[in-house]
Nanobody, 123 residues
């Protein structure tokens, strides 16, 4: 079992940056595919990006170039660097872990979820 705890959310003006962190418990963090999802008010949760155990990262097309996912297996932590933030990036951001090998964008493929961290971008 893996517990995920996100941090780093907050309020920022448009054009600013934030870095979210997700700390995982357990000894097998390096074997998990990790991902970030987000849910804006009144909308369904959507895929942001994912990073494999080999540190290959993939992103939602609309976020490429602004968001970067990385992981530090020695710290059991995955990061989401968000630059050039826009008001439409306002959402609760969730970290998720999958035991499956390979990249997947589907929420159902992720076995463990964090509680989420709020990001608010003002214009």
């Amino acid at each position: 079992h893996v517990q995920l705890v996100e941090s780093g959310g907050g309020s920022v003006q448009a054009g600013g940056s934030l870095r979210l962190s997700c700390a995982a418990s357990g000894r097998t963090f390096s074997t998990y595919t990790m991902a970030w999802f987000r849910q804006a008010p009144g909308k369904e949760r959507e895929f942001v990006g994912t990073i494999s155990r080999n540190k290959n990262a993939y992103y939602a097309d609309s976020l490429k170039g602004r968001f970067t996912i990385s992981r530090d297996n020695s710290k059991n932590t995955v990061y989401l660097q968000m630059n050039s933030l826009k008001p439409e990036d306002t959402a609760v951001y969730y970290c998720a872990a999958s035991r499956r090998v390979g990249i997947t964008y589907a929420q159902a493929a992720y076995d463990y979820w964090g509680q989420g961290t709020q990001v608010t971008v003002s214009s």
